[in-house]
Every structure is written in C-alpha cells, then in structure tokens.
C-alpha cells in the first residue's frame, strides 16, 4: 500500500524487455501501455490504477543492478531496510549511472510491494542474481512472475533461483491471460501480505461480479442483434414500364439490405469489443476488420451455424417459418416461397438450405407483373403500392450463423489479453475448430435451447411480432452459453510475436 491511501499497490519490476508492460497491461486490463521492442522503452514509473481497487507501477527497468547492490549490502544488517534504499535514491539523484533504480525503487519507498519479471525463454544470467538480491533486500513483500516470449524453456532454472528470494514464484503467460489467470494472480498477491488479503479479496470480488454483469449486457447486446437483424426490411421504388431498371433497382435493393445487415452486425460487435475494454480490436469499420470472412460469403454459411440434420429439425420446431410470410425473402429457393408451406416443407426447405448460403435475393413479387418482366428479375419480388421490398430474411440458418459468429466475437474479446498489440482479422476455420472441439457452437447447444430459439426467431420474422419479449427469452438462453464461452481454456488465434520482448538483458 502507499503512504497517501490504503489501496494496495505494486512496482512491476525486472530486466529490459521480460515483458513487464505486458503484465501491467494484462492485470490492469488497459491496452493503452506503451509496450514496444526497442530495449528500455519505460523510462518512467507509470502508474496503472483499476479504478480504486489497486495500482500497478510499470517502471524501467534495471540499469546498474551489481554496482547498486555493492551500495546496498548493509541494508541487511540494518533495522529499516528501506533506509539504505531512501539514502541510495536521495545520494544518486540526478546521476546518470543510476538513474533507472532512483525511479524503479521511488514506490518501494512508499510501501508498495514488489513483482518481479523474468523471461522464462531466456537463460539465467549473473545479473539476474544481482537484481534478485537487490529485491530481497528491500524486505518488501515480493512476488515473482515466470513470464514466456519464445518457446525456448529455462523455467526450472528461473524458479530454483527465485525461490529464494521471493515470497512466491508464479508463471504467467502475459499475451495468453485469461480472466481466471488474473484473478488467480491477484489471490497470489493477497497471500504475500496479510494486511492487503482484506482489500484484495474485495478486489477480486468485486472483479468477479464486474465480469458476471459484462457477460450479461453480451448477452443482451447479442439477443438485441438477433432481433434487428430478424425483424429488418428494407424497400424501393419500382420503376413503372422498364424491365432493365426494375432489375438494376431490385439488385440495388439486395445490396443495400446485405448492407445495412451486415452494419448491425457491426455495431454489435463494436459494443462487445467496447465491453470488454479493448481498443485495438476492430468490428470492421476500420482498416482491419474483427472477422476476414464476411457476414455473407461461402466460408461463413459453410463453417457457421447448425448442420443439415438440424436445420430440419428447426424447421419443423418452427413449423411454417420459411414460408409464413408471403414477403419472406427466398435466397433463391423455391421450396421457401409461397404461402401457408406446411411443418414438412417447411423442414424440407431448411435441408434444401443446407450449410451453404444461397445467393440472396428480392422477395416475393406480386403476380399483376407481366411473365417477361419476373423472368428477368434475380430471384422474386414483392410489388406493394409500387415499391419493391426485402426482408425479413426467411433462412433458417441466418440467425445461428448470426449467433456463431457473436460468441466468437465473444470468445475473442473474452480471451484477448490487453498484452497484446497485433490486429488480427478471425477466419472463420480458425475459429469454428476449437468452439466446436469445446462444444461451444450452436450446433452442440441442446435440442431444448435450440427449439426455444427458433421459435423466438420465427415471431420475430412475423411482423408486429413482440420483440422486447423475444430478447427478454433469447437472453436468458444465452446466458449459460456465455458463461462457458467466457470460462473455456481457448486459443483461437495464435498471438503475434510478443511485442516487448525485444533485446534480451545484458
């Protein structure tokens, strides 16, 4: 803790470039720390708070730790091991020689505790011995943290040495950090220090809790997707008396919906990425988008959403879902249009779709058009008071592969470490794989959750349908799901080579 308030506090300390800013950034949850490969890029002490529940102090990192430990030796013998360090700081302040330990030992001074940084991938070296006895002879409550940059592994080496030194010795993948990771290290820290155990055990609760309500607003926002996405119409102008723009304004039509679609999307995965305080991910709207595969390409329709078999099952659960609405847009399949379609065509139609995406098209067009005009036209059109309509959309698999791909937006910003500083774009293989091998996917949710959802769907196709109900019931669907997506030891994608893990210490 420091002297001005009671908030238990920590000094990230170590070699250049172990990857210090990359711990602080991944336990403050702040992307915003400068982390960069150019050896000794923290220069100054950098204070990082979580709101009040503790600070961390990103500081540079050693810069004549065997000269300073020849200075420091007789704080062994002394009765405040900190006065050798105030009488070091306040004797070298202002020398170039050892400036990075005046400002790295500056919060030690003002109670905070210690954790220590060590490159796991790197080999023990005599200086590394030096900074460790340095640390123990502050007498501070200390704690080491066995980071990894590359897959070469001395870890056995690194703990043996630390072991004597520190009050306890952790491993701690910064760029792989899940939630469940900080807070275990939080509770590490709590064991080191009796009188922080009270206020860090409220930390951790209260971070738990925290976690819990973001899960629960993903969830809103997702069912709040399904709804907009389910429910959207969109509508032109016909052209009176010419075939050729009739069909240019029905082709403008489909792309303005795929569009506007595609927008909402968007937006929900805008306010997920938000959610979960990121802010190097991008939903899309940026040069580089959160998914390489669009919302409607082949990739997506073919690794999202239910399989075959399901498909049928849902749409016999909904029974004439696909073909209730006679404005209900086709894709191109007959077996989908028309009015009043039965529980058996209706479940037909969802096998016909298959998991490929048809390309879409413009909704059932009224019969008063002339034969020549509709065979000119892609797919069928709806003639309403002169204009052309499209929407809602009618495949049985759209709001699945809408809601696939939310909880792997989910599962990203959920498992993304605030470490890392790579922009990505998820493919869709890479992704489906290990959702599926968790059995996170809506193809392994339960048949239960999978009927309740098709039904909420299907009144959300019909208009006038209650949406505010139907995202009331599809959240609590979700919610259980969310939970163990958040939970799940995943790997989506493979992070980037650390950033600051650069030069390797001298």
Not at 67 to 93: Q, W
Not at 369 to 385: E, W
Request: aromatic letters at 6%; proline letters at 5%; a negative charge.
């Amino acid at each position: 803790m420091t002297a001005s308030d009671d908030i238990p506090a920590f000094a990230i300390v170590g070699a250049v470039n172990h990857g210090k800013s990359s711990v602080v950034s991944a336990l403050a949850e702040n992307d915003a720390v400068r982390v960069s490969p150019m050896p000794g890029e923290t220069v100054e002490c950098q204070r990082f708070a979580l709101r009040d529940l503790f600070v961390f102090y990103d500081t540079p990192g050693f810069q004549n730790a065997r000269e300073a430990l020849r200075e420091l030796r007789s704080a062994e013998a002394g009765a405040d091991p900190l006065e050798a360090f105030r009488r070091f700081v306040a004797r070298h302040r202002g020398d170039p020689a050892f400036e990075a330990e005046c400002r790295l030992f500056a919060p030690l001074l003002e109670g905070a505790g210690l954790v220590y940084v060590v490159d796991g991938s790197r080999p023990l070296l005599d200086i590394h011995l030096a900074e460790m006895e340095l640390l123990r002879l502050t007498g501070a409550p200390r704690l080491a943290i066995i980071n990894r940059t590359s897959a070469d592994d001395h870890v056995a080496a690194w703990k043996r040495r630390l072991g004597q030194h520190f009050n306890a010795v952790r491993e701690f993948d910064a760029h792989r950090a899940s939630f469940a990771d900080r807070v275990e290290l939080l509770e590490t820290l709590a064991g080191i220090e009796q009188h922080w155990k009270p206020r860090l055990a409220q930390a951790v609760a209260l971070l738990q809790e925290e976690w819990a309500l973001r899960l629960d607003d993903a969830a809103s926002i997702i069912a709040e997707l399904l709804a907009e996405c389910l429910a959207h119409r969109e509508t032109a102008p016909l052209p009176a008396g010419d075939p050729t723009a009739a069909v240019a304004a029905g082709a403008a039509l489909r792309e303005r919906y795929q569009a506007s679609i595609t927008a909402i999307e968007a937006t929900a995965h805008e306010r997920l990425i938000a959610l979960f305080s990121h802010h190097l991910v991008s939903a899309g709207r940026a040069p580089a988008p959160l998914f390489a595969d669009d919302l409607f390409s082949e990739a997506t329709w073919q690794f999202f959403g239910l399989e075959p078999r399901q498909l049928v099952a849902a749409g016999m659960a909904a029974g004439a879902v696909a073909g209730a609405a006679a404005d209900a847009v086709t894709l191109g399949h007959t077996l989908l249009a028309g009015s009043a379609i039965g529980a058996a065509i209706g479940a037909a139609g969802a096998f016909a779709l298959g998991r490929r995406r048809p390309e879409i098209g413009i909704a059932g067009l009224g019969e008063r058009l002339p034969v020549a005009l509709r065979a000119l036209l892609p797919g069928r059109m709806r003639l309403a008071g002169g204009t052309l309509a499209i929407g809602p959309y009618a495949a049985l698999n759209f709001p699945w592969i809408l809601l696939d791909r939310a909880l792997a937006a989910l599962a990203y910003v959920t498992h993304r470490s605030h470490a890392r500083r790579d922009r990505i774009e998820l493919e869709a293989a890479r992704l489906v794989e290990p959702l599926q091998a968790a059995g996170l996917t809506v193809s392994r949710w339960s048949d239960e959750d999978r009927r309740e959802g098709e039904r909420i769907f299907a009144r959300w196709r019909r208009r006038g349908a209650d949406a505010a109900e139907g995202v009331e019931q599809l959240r609590s669907i979700l919610r259980p799901h969310l939970d163990a997506v958040a939970a799940a030891r995943l790997a989506l994608v493979e992070p980037s080579q650390p950033q600051d893990a650069g030069a390797r210490a001298p």
